[in-house]
Antibody
């Protein structure tokens, strides 16, 4: 069974930093592109960032470039999101999610397995 | 950036009835369109990818159709567990990957 467990959320002041982690198990972690998706309270889903299986490719939502950094450690089966210069509008539940690979091994950049999310609150 | 627009924002349906949800893209996304279901306090669940292919374990009452800019998610006979939020997402032209604003399916 695929399991993703996020951690590292909490309350931080504007301008502060947080590092989120996502521990994966039950699948071949190093074979999958991994993603962060966030959801502000009462709002919809927003893609944050993606990282390829070998870390060669990293993508970010334009509004987050320069403030957020995605990384992974395949040996530890872990995904990370370093968030700097946090703003009130970054307040959200942050989910990690795997890409979806279909039965003929074609990857689709949609979100298959998800963690339970970790809440980040940016407030003074 | 491709903007995804879902309608209606809220859909009131009686159990056993059909629900039809719409998703429109600001430019063609071919068939690279996914649908998700989200219940309160839970992570989203992938329902449909490739506009019309059900993900593993998704009941046959969920079906997706469309291509280009117009897409539909149909729930043929609503069950109590289907009352939830539904989101569409395009993955044809990214970054960024973009979601629609969601449709809430509520009990009439």
């Amino acid at each position: 069974e695929v399991r993703l467990v996020e951690s590292g959320g909490g309350l931080v002041k504007p301008g502060g930093s947080l590092r989120l982690s996502c521990a994966g198990s039950g699948f071949t972690f190093n074979s999958y592109t991994m993603n962060w998706v966030r959801q502000a309270p009462g709002k919809g889903l927003q893609w944050v960032s993606s990282i390829s299986s070998g870390s060669s490719y990293k993508y970010y939502a334009e509004s987050l470039k320069g403030r957020f950094t995605i990384s992974r450690d395949n040996a530890e089966k872990s995904l990370y999101l370093q968030m700097d210069s946090l703003r009130v509008e970054d307040t959200a539940v942050y989910f990690c999610a795997t890409e979806f690979v279909d039965t003929v091994a074609t990857p689709h950049q949609v979100f298959d397995s998800w963690g339970q999310g970790t809440l980040v609150t940016v407030s003074s | 950036e491709i903007v995804m627009t879902q309608s209606p924002a809220t859909l009131s349906v009686s159990p056993g009835e059909r629900a039809t949800l719409s998703c429109r893209a600001s430019q063609s996304v071919s068939s690279k369109l996914a649908w998700y279901q989200q219940k309160p306090g839970q992570a989203p669940r992938l329902l449909i990818y490739g506009a019309s292919t059900r993900a593993t374990g998704i009941p046959a009452r969920f079906s997706g159709s469309g291509s280009g800019t117009e897409f539909t998610l149909t729930i043929s006979s609503l069950q109590s567990e289907d009352f939830a939020l539904y989101y569409c997402q395009q993955y044809n032209n990214w970054p960024p990957l973009t979601f629609g604003g969601g449709t809430k399916v509520e009990i009439k």
